[in-house]
């Protein structure tokens, strides 16, 4: 089964001390992955910022970014998404837009550590995020903001 990746899973997925690290490694494993072609660009760039707060160390950021490159990831350009990033623009940045696009286009789950994104309104995919109760759970958000197990 295939899904879109946000930049918060894949960095997570990364991290043996993300709290989220677990239900991010259990999606990478767990599907066939697929993203915007600015994952790779916006999950680099939270490493950076990670390792200059310093909550992860040099190595740990470095050893993240070099797993970060070899992810198989399905990598979508912007052309072809523009007009529904635009259609969304009312509820979520261009960047959030283009991952929802991605999912709805291939007709298949979001996931995100992004809560927000799974409330707004507009998007048509289904987003999933971590449960916040029982991590050994899938949480599904539907497009309407229901919640199923």
């Known amino acids: 089964m295939r899904a879109v990746v946000d930049a918060s899973v894949l960095v997570a997925s990364l991290l043996p001390t993300d709290k989220e690290g677990p239900w991010a490694r259990s999606i990478v494993a ?9 994952v790779l660009v916006e999950a680099c760039n939270v490493l950076r910022r990670l390792e200059q707060a310093g909550s992860v160390s040099r190595l740990e950021a470095t050893l993240g970014f070099r797993t970060l490159l070899r992810f198989d990831l399905k990598l979508f350009q912007f052309a072809p998404f523009a007009k529904r990033i635009w259609t969304l623009r009312a509820n979520l940045t261009s960047y959030d837009a283009w991952y929802v696009a991605v999912a709805e286009e291939l007709d298949c789950p979001l996931c995100t550590l ?12 289904k987003i999933i995020t971590p449960p916040s109760e029982f991590p050994e759970l899938l949480v ?10």
Do not use: F, T, V
Request: with cysteine; net charge negative; proline share 10%.
């Open 140 to 149: 599904h958000q539907s497009a309407d903001g229901s919640a199923d197990q």
């Open 30 to 38: 767990g599907y066939q992955l697929a993203a915007p072609e600015h």
């Open 114 to 125: 992004d809560g927000r994104r799974s409330r707004a309104p507009g998007p048509l995919c």
